[in-house]
């Protein structure tokens, strides 16, 4: 598709294009797409970073291995 000629866009159509991709990436788009992930991942580290120094390393190891 590399070849590909298409219809010239206006400046509005562009612009639209444009915020809809925009809206696709990042942060936010993946919460709205994964909230229980997004929930238990800010629950685990919200864990961990109460945790005491030993237990925070100890923590870190066990959750870098169930990912």
Known sequence: M????TDELTT?????RL????????VRAWVRQHPYEAL???FATGV???AS???RHTLLRLLIRAL
């Open 2 to 5: 590399a070849g590909a000629k």
């Open 12 to 16: 509005e159509e562009a612009k639209a």
């Open 19 to 26: 915020r809809y991709a925009t809206e696709q990436l990042g």
């Open 40 to 42: 238990t991942l800010g």
């Open 48 to 50: 961990v970073l109460a």
């Open 53 to 55: 120094r030993p237990m």
